[in-house]
Nanobody, 130 residues
């Protein structure tokens, strides 16, 4: 039912910045958690960051802490991933995902696994040159 579309990927030099966007097709998107994953060639898809429906709670993979920031603008049905101080090892296809349709309790915890999400974007390539 819900569709997600990523944008903002491309080529950037090491140390540079890039902002990814993920637009959702459903207004009710604002009630659900969102996550950013990435997958490098020959490697498994891994969690990068997650955010609660309100934006009050976030989670980051250790290797991106202090460099990446996940945020959301529910009025625009959009989630962002601001990436600073990019490194060649950040090169990957980046995917956004939602747990749209799932019920969560009042105590938030980050969804770190792909199977916890119900819908995915098509992915956007991020390439960081050395």
């Amino acid at each position: 039912q819900v569709q997600l579309v990523e944008s903002g990927g491309g080529l950037v030099q090491a140390g540079g910045s890039m902002r990814l966007s993920c637009a959702a097709s459903e207004r009710t998107f604002s009630r659900y958690d969102m996550g950013w994953f990435r997958q490098a060639p020959g490697k498994e898809r891994e969690i990068v960051a997650a955010i609660s429906w309100s934006g009050d709670n976030t989670y980051y993979k250790d290797s991106v802490k202090g460099r990446f920031t996940i945020s959301r603008d529910n009025a625009k049905n959009t989630v962002y991933l601001q990436m600073n101080s990019l490194k060649p090892e950040d090169t990957a296809v980046y995917f956004c995902a939602t747990d749209y349709g799932r019920t969560t309790g009042r105590t938030w915890y980050p969804k770190r696994n792909a199977y916890e999400y119900t819908a995915w974007g098509q992915g956007t390539q991020v390439t960081v040159s050395s």
